[in-house]
């Protein structure tokens, strides 16, 4: 009772959240429930009047006949065209008083977006792609940026983001390896962990994706089946979700697209019950990616119809369907109403939407559809756009630098060449919003993303510029011009890459998969040219993916890496070159040195690497981990402090740094295991800690890794995860090259006891220590 007035048990906030889920099944029809596990994709009006005049061809229904008994989520009201952001925020205002208005029970519904690299809205700024979180090597910086992100969405009226991505890359020729943290398990277990603390902790449910498998797929061809054993999958991509899980705290998990050994992740009980779920113990929500129950029927061919494709869905474990009503609606009813699928199934998957509503305060008396006013939203903000910077030049990599030609010197005549350098464009992936949503000349970006000429010629005053090619295409026209430019300076900065976009829109991005690890059109040929002038060349790549940089480019005086940078990345990468920015990213995929070759991750067993019994050699042109400094380190081992390490136990090792340089810089430390005999295959060596040390000049610190014997456990031989006792290395290293063949420091260790098996519960993480000293 509140005052004399009883309240619905499903409004009182003194229940828990499930309790009040729990009291409102009963209430609701079979066509209200329904309605509260799909979404309806939908397009803010330009006036703030509300969405209805966009639902008629977004949904191919009535607005009103959608609403009329609820709705679960509302889909990116901001993400689909451009609109002021104050008006998209009344808009949505306005849309959500008419789904309380038209409904009996007056739930408003979840809004969901993307948020890969920011909050994908007109006008709201654009980090750097997840490839250069994980060039960075910054979980701190990461979950300080999701946070930012987290907060914008928040002010917005936004519930829901549909990010971290936390697949692992597998095949560079994928076109969504740039959404993509890197190719090693730990490093994007915990930078994704760091993204979702980050986010939840701002209040918007972060949604892991894509569950699981999807970034292993046939020839790196999107949405092509998944051929890949279940220890791969046990091993390499399924610990980033577990890492996410436990150390991030998700509420909703996205499905993968992919199918494994014939089974759509979508249509998989194991998958999304049995392991997520049962094993596991996640409580939140599983959403649909966008189609993906439809594709069951349409693609993959494993249900005969719509109905019979929602019931597959709901069995395996998938609560909402996004992006629009579709299978979930009519065809779902109609399958619940001839005994096809039971209606039990649908509670299970309402329970769980009504119990995130009710977290969210949507089950609330006194819900406000913003936290604020509409005139409070403000997202592309001085703060924001610097933060989008200091995370740009942490992951900028400086692959090679022959002779020290970087920095850049003063006074040198330079000429800028190359079809990504006037581009602003080529700073961001293919989920910024203007790379997204797709040109609107008469709207623009929306917000102010220089190039790099635009950030160099502000450093360099008398800059040459020529393009020399386009990104794409056969012209080779320009390229004499790009040349005689080059032949009359003393340094040439080529910029070569890619374009993100969707679906063959793009040379990098969803549906934009490579043959081959080329650069696109004809860039390379382009290199080639202004390579055989003679003048020393800076290559500079903005791109989604590691292209390959045989020996073609072998005369390359120095190469820079930025995995498109975000809206700030032409002047992240400006400094680098002209030395005020010391460089610090760290490779977060390999950079293979064979554009026809089969891509291979650093994660191979000796047979993966090269060999006598092979004409092919697959060692990369630079490995994962690599990145140089304008600053030299030392490293020395510490004392391990013994030998032995109980398989149920935990050791400490440690190396000690100086920064032996001229100039401050961060040093990035890496410590991976080599485990030389065991019941399986394993890879030489792979990352189970890190620490990211800046470092003033002649300052040293002792950086010590508290490491659980759970770190070297591994699928055995009877598929269940365990900690084979025998001898191991704790390698340190610069790259995982290092560690494989010349470690700066390897601590042999024998792990002692019997055989332990490990499951969810085990510890996933290596704890550093810094513990900086006074400079020498």
């Not at 095949?171 to 490093?187: K, Q, S, V």
């Not at 079809?419 to 000349?441: E, I, K, Q, R, S």
Request: include cysteine.
């Amino acid at each position: 009772m509140r005052g004399q007035v009883p309240i619905d048990r499903w409004r009182d906030t003194r229940l828990s959240a499930a309790e009040r889920a729990e009291s409102l099944i009963p209430l609701m029809t079979l066509e209200e429930k329904v309605a509260q596990l799909v979404g309806v994709w939908v397009g803010a009006d330009a006036s703030g009047g509300g969405v209805a005049p966009h639902q008629a061809d977004m949904a191919g229904v009535e607005w009103s006949d959608v609403i009329a008994h609820g709705l679960g989520q509302l889909t990116r009201p901001f993400g689909t065209a451009p609109v002021d952001p104050v008006a998209g925020a009344r808009s949505l205002a306005a849309s959500q008083a008419q789904i309380v208005a038209a409904s009996r029970f007056g739930i408003p519904a979840q809004v969901h977006e993307e948020c890969l690299t920011g909050f994908a809205a007109w006008r709201a700024t654009v980090y750097p792609t997840p490839l250069s979180w994980g060039a960075s090597f910054d979980p701190e910086l990461i979950e300080e940026m999701a946070g930012r992100i987290g907060r914008s969405m928040r002010a917005a009226g936004i519930h829901q983001g549909l990010s971290p991505v936390v697949d692992v890359t597998r095949d560079y020729r994928w076109g969504r390896t740039e959404e993509t943290i890197g190719e090693d398990p730990y490093l994007v277990g915990t930078v994704g962990a760091a993204y979702v603390r980050g986010l939840e902790g701002a209040g918007v449910v972060a949604t892991l994706k894509h569950f699981a498998g999807y970034s292993a797929s046939r020839g790196g061809r999107n949405h092509a089946p998944v051929h890949m054993g279940r220890r791969e999958l046990a091993d390499v991509i399924l610990p980033p979700f577990e890492m996410a899980l436990r150390l991030g705290g998700p509420r909703s998990v996205m499905n993968s697209y992919a199918e494994i050994d014939g089974v759509p992740a979508a249509a998989d009980e194991s998958l999304l019950t049995g392991l997520l779920r049962d094993e596991w113990g996640f409580a939140g929500t599983v959403v649909s990616d966008y189609f993906a129950v439809r594709f069951l029927q349409k693609l993959q061919g494993v249900a005969a119809d719509a109905g019979e494709a929602a019931g597959l869905a709901l069995r395996a474990g998938i609560d909402v369907e996004l992006p629009t009503v579709d299978t979930f609606g009519t065809p779902l009813i109609e399958a619940v109403k001839a005994g096809q699928v039971d209606e039990a199934l649908i509670d299970r998957a309402l329970r769980r939407v009504l119990t995130q509503k009710a977290e969210l305060g949507l089950l609330d008396e006194d819900w406000r559809p913003l936290p604020g006013e509409p005139e409070d939203v403000r997202l592309d903000d001085e703060e924001s756009q610097e933060l989008a910077l200091r995370l740009a030049r942490e992951s900028i990599v400086l692959v090679r630098n022959t002779g020290g030609l970087l920095p850049l010197a003063p006074g040198r005549r330079v000429a800028l060449v190359g079809p990504v350098a006037d581009d602003p464009m080529a700073m961001l992936g293919c989920y910024a919003f203007p790379a997204h949503v797709g040109p609107h000349p008469e709207h623009g970006l929306g917000i102010d993303i220089p190039s790099l000429r635009e950030a160099l010629g502000t450093l360099i005053p008398d800059l040459t510029y020529v393009p020399g090619c386009g990104i794409t295409g056969d012209d080779t026209s320009g390229i004499a011009a790009a040349v005689a430019a080059a032949a009359e300076s003393d340094v040439c900065v080529l910029a070569v890459g890619d374009r993100a976009g969707l679906f063959g829109r793009g040379t990098s991005g969803e549906g934009c998969d490579a043959a081959d690890l080329r650069l696109p059109g004809v860039q390379s040929e382009l290199v080639r040219a202004v390579l055989a002038t003679g003048t020393p060349v800076v290559l500079v790549l903005l791109a989604g993916r590691p292209y390959a940089l045989g020996p073609e480019f072998d005369a390359a005086a120095a190469v820079v890496y930025g995995f498109f940078p975000g809206q700030r990345g032409g002047q992240a990468l400006a400094e680098v070159l002209t030395g005020a920015v010391n460089p610090s990213g760290r490779l977060p995929v390999s950079v293979p040195r064979d554009a026809g070759g089969l891509p291979a991750t650093y994660l191979s067993p000796w047979l993966g690497r090269r060999t006598q019994v092979s004409s092919v050699d697959p060692t990369p042109a630079y490995s994962f981990g690599h990145g140089l400094s304008y600053t030299t380190f030392e490293w020395e081992p510490l004392d391990p402090g013994g030998a032995e390490w109980p398989v149920d136990g935990e050791v400490t090792v440690g190396v000690s740094v100086r920064n032996t340089g001229s100039r401050a810089g961060a040093e990035v430390v890496q410590l991976y295991l080599h485990d030389p005999v065991a019941q399986t295959t394993r890879p030489v060596v792979r990352l189970v800690g890190y620490a990211r040390v800046p470092l003033e000049a002649g300052q040293a610190a002792r950086v010590e890794f508290t490491v659980p014997a759970d770190a070297a456990s591994f699928t055995g031989v009877r598929g269940r995860r365990i900690v084979e006792p025998g001898d191991v290395e704790l390698r340190f290293g610069r790259s995982s090259a290092d560690a494989a063949t010349d470690a700066v420091a390897a601590v042999p260790l024998r792990l002692t006891g019997g055989e332990r098996e490990v499951g969810h519960d085990r510890n996933l993480l290596v704890t550093a220590r810094i513990t900086r000293e006074g400079a020498g």
